[in-house]
């Protein structure tokens, strides 16, 4: 039985987002399609424990989502030539052209990454739909609520239906169009594999951090003359090269200054640095995952935490604020500026965030450190218990409370 579930968690990984899109295609609605594949995930999950796991799963939901689909229609009584259309469709479709792409699951991705639809709705929707993502994981990756989120999806879903956006295979010509919303959509997936959040998730996804990476090879190979796609190629490799330090035995994570240094991933940070001073030799003004890639070029330099150049960290973390002015990049730039400069000037950058970033968890770590650096401790303990509170992540509030339990 638990190879079952497995099997099935498995193909619901893997085959959900193709599910959904290749009926989307046939049948023009994703509602429609959203509910088929749901249907039949449930049909696996009753029969598969009796019947098997078929020897083709991706196949055998395809197959019963696409009956479902169809079963709807008929018991909703649409009959106009979308009903007619469906009465046509058989298993034996001839496979659509691939396109420019040949990976089925990029393939995917650059199409739902429509450019009629605003950068972060695109993002959202696929996210949703391909990414693997549920709706409270999107809805923290915007800092937004999730009611908010449902309501950004729910809107795409309807703007496609009503703007009859197709969902057609991208050609060659499409791709630098799409590729912004495409590389924001796996630098999420990445982050959530990095950082998994929910109770009974491994705080560590090795399966999105790895699937991120891999597309992003891909991608690196069909543009291979844009600086974005390998500076986000460089940033995920620096990232994932000290993925085995991160988290103790017990289960807590582990900071970067505490990390073993030695246990990083020498091959990828090598890959990694020969892609940023690829990008500098370029002479072109970088963009943001090149400048968030040569800021962990930087970190992963140092064999000690004490040899970290912090002011060139801080350089970067500059220019970036210049093209990127979010809060995020404001406190992670405020994190290095202590450093330098010390936890109280830091300290009143990081309060100046607090109306737009309350609801962030890190906002409230980084200022509970600094607060800690200064001797504040009751005002400290405050500020890990809202962080604790905002956390998902298990290995991360084990760490935030080891912090918070230390203080005096």
């Known amino acids: 039985m638990a190879d079952v579930r497995a099997a099935i968690t498995r193909a619901h990984q893997e085959e959900w987002g193709r599910v959904v899109a290749t009926l989307t295609r046939r049948f023009g609605d994703l509602d429609i399609a959203e509910e088929a594949a749901a249907e039949a995930y449930a049909t696996a999950v009753e029969r598969w424990p009796g019947d098997g796991v078929p020897p083709n799963p991706g196949a055998w939901l395809t197959t019963t989502a696409h009956r479902k689909a169809i079963d709807r229609i008929r018991r909703e009584n649409k009959r106009d030539d979308k009903h007619r259309e469906a009465q046509m ?12 792409i040949e990976d089925d699951r990029l393939r995917l991705i650059f199409t739902c990454c429509h450019p009629a639809l605003a950068l972060e709705t695109r993002v959202a929707l696929t996210l949703r739909m391909l990414g693997g993502l549920t709706v409270p994981q999107i809805a923290r990756a915007f800092l937004v609520q999730e009611s908010a989120m449902e309501q950004r999806i729910t809107r795409a879903k309807a703007k496609i239906k009503a703007a009859r956006i197709p969902y057609r295979v991208p050609s060659s010509e499409d791709l630098p169009a799409r590729v ?11 982050n ?3 950082l998994a959040t929910g109770a009974d998730t491994d705080p560590v996804r090795h399966d999105l951090t790895a699937e991120a990476i891999r597309l992003t090879r891909v991608i690196r190979d ?8 390998a500076g986000l190629l460089a940033l995920m490799l620096l990232t ?24 990083w991933d020498t091959g990828l940070i090598a890959e990694g640095h020969q892609l940023v001073r690829e990008r500098l030799a370029a002479r072109v003004a970088p963009g943001r995952y090149q400048l968030l890639a040569a800021i962990n070029a930087v970190h992963t330099s140092a064999r000690e935490v004490r040899d970290t150049d912090w002011s060139q960290i801080v350089a970067l973390y500059d220019l970036l ?15 290095a500026v202590a450093e330098l400069d010390g936890p109280e000037v830091a300290l ?9 970033l309350s609801g962030y968890h890190a906002y409230h770590a980084a200022r509970a450190d ?18 604790i509170e905002l956390a998902g992540n298990t290995a991360e509030t084990a760490y935030l409370t080891r912090r918070r339990d230390q203080l005096g």
């Open 180 to 190: 912004t919303g495409v590389l924001a959509v796996l630098f999420l997936v990445f």
């Open 370 to 387: 600094l607060l800690r650096r200064l001797g504040r401790s009751q005002e400290s303990r405050a500020a890990y218990d809202r962080a």
């Open 321 to 335: 604020v210049r093209i990127d002015p979010s809060p995020i990049v404001a406190l992670n730039r405020a994190v």
């Open 348 to 356: 009143a950058t990081v309060d100046r965030l607090g109306d737009r």
């Open 240 to 263: 994932e090269a000290r993925r085995a330090a991160r988290i103790s035995a017990n289960g807590e994570l582990v900071s970067l200054g505490e990390q073993d240094r030695g246990a």
């Open 222 to 229: 069909l543009l291979p003359a844009d600086g974005e796609v």
């Open 192 to 194: 959530e594999g990095y």
């Open 89 to 100: 469709l058989t298993d034996d479709d001839p496979p659509e052209p691939v396109g420019a």
